[in-house]
């Protein structure tokens, strides 16, 4: 704990001063208590956990032609660009669709997934087409985007020349 020490009188006479006492503070029970609380602190908290998303993904069949294909009405494909830039269109590419742009924010993709169009229509399947320029995070993002907005049917699909060409065509 603290405590006070005198000076000794060194003896001399003449002018008397007051005696100069110092204080000796002794800090090691404190040091002992911030240990001990940051040893409680440090083993009672809970550290954040990985946040992960399920992605289930289709076993590969073994013909092409057991798949089935998708009509052009139950049809809506996101296409991620550079520069986080989406493009997106409705129906297939057979069909030279109209090829319209978004992103990323709530008013963007989230609104057209969110659209009438899809919602209503309970075969509708979303593909998402990432171009060689598009960035990892662009993918977890419009993955988030498919989560949030309770998007049942989507899938990772290879970009087509097709669907470049309509990109390229749509700047």
């Known amino acids: 704990m603290a405590e006070v020490q005198e000076k000794a009188d060194s003896g001399k006479k003449g002018k008397k001063r007051s005696k100069k006492m110092s204080v000796h503070l002794d800090m090691t029970p404190m040091v002992d208590l911030a240990f001990l609380l940051l040893t409680f602190f ?26 089935t294909p998708v009509k052009a009405d139950n ?72 989560k949030i907005t309770d998007t049942k049917r989507f899938a990772m699909v290879d970009i087509t020349e097709q669907d ?3 990109v390229l065509n749509q700047n």
Do not use: C, H, W
């Open 75 to 146: 049809a809506t494909t996101i296409i991620l660009g550079e520069d986080d830039k989406i493009y997106y269109y409705f129906g297939l590419v057979d069909d030279n669709p109209e090829v319209l742009t978004s992103d990323y924010s709530a008013n963007g993709i989230r609104k057209v997934l969110l659209a009438p169009r899809i919602r209503q229509n309970d075969k509708m399947v979303v593909m998402i087409k990432p171009m060689d320029g598009a960035r990892y995070k662009n993918m977890v993002d419009i993955l988030d985007e498919m």
């Open 164 to 166: 470049k060409e309509l």
């Open 42 to 67: 440090m083993l009672t908290t809970t550290f954040s956990k990985p946040q992960t998303m399920e992605i289930q993904m289709p076993v590969k069949p073994d013909n092409i032609e057991d798949l």
